[in-house]
């Protein structure tokens, strides 16, 4: 929370898409070699982009992946899905940050996007992490067509709070476990 509260304020927002659009954020390794998986990512990239733009943050095994495969890449950027290549992170959070939701597998951008309120459909099995689940901006959808479904029928419903300055990451964990800080 530090960080983003920091790099928010003190790095100015760089050049950003016209607005609206999503962010995709898809890089773990049991997804790329899995093809039933590496095919549920595809699709819901493709549905998204029926919404709005995409603009898809190719970590280096993605750009392989997509690489290693052309009719996948065509196909995805046939849909409207611009493909971006991995950035400096005070840029890709003021991207994070103007996004209408967030399709990843990452939970890094779990946390981030809990902070920002930002819609977020995960796209993995389980998370070691806790912050945006449970009525959150989250969904933990795994590969679920069902769960997937619901999330790109109304992105802006899974939108919480954006926290403001005031608010310590310690203070929340402390309050969901009923215990104080001091």
């Known amino acids: 929370m530090d960080t983003i509260r920091r790099v928010l304020a003190d790095f100015p927002a760089p050049s950003l898409p016209k607005r609206p659009y999503a962010v995709a954020n898809l890089h773990r390794f049991e997804n790329l070699n899995s093809s039933a998986r590496w095919k549920v990512l595809v699709d819901t990239l493709v549905r998204a982009a029926r919404l709005m733009p995409v603009h898809f ?3 280096p095994p993605t750009k392989a992946k997509l690489d290693a495969s052309r009719p ?7 849909a409207g899905v ?5 950035m400096p992170f005070t840029r890709f959070l003021h991207l994070l940050k103007n996004a209408e939701f967030v399709l990843s597998d990452g939970g ?12 977020c459909l ?3 099995e389980n998370t070691e992490r806790r912050e945006g689940l449970d009525g959150g901006p989250c969904l933990l959808a795994g590969f679920s067509n069902e769960l997937i479904d619901k999330f790109l029928a109304n992105p802006k419903a899974f939108a919480g709070e954006v926290f403001d300055a005031d608010v310590r990451p310690s203070d929340i964990v402390m ?3 009923g215990g104080a800080h001091g």
Not at 108 to 119: H, R, T, V, W
């Open 57 to 59: 943050v190719l970590h």
């Open 72 to 78: 996948t890449r065509r196909l995805i950027e046939e």
């Open 82 to 86: 611009k493909l971006e290549p991995r």
């Open 108 to 119: 890094s951008n779990q946390e981030e996007c809990f902070y920002l309120g930002k819609p």
């Open 122 to 124: 995960l796209l993995r």
């Open 175 to 177: 309050n969901e476990l």
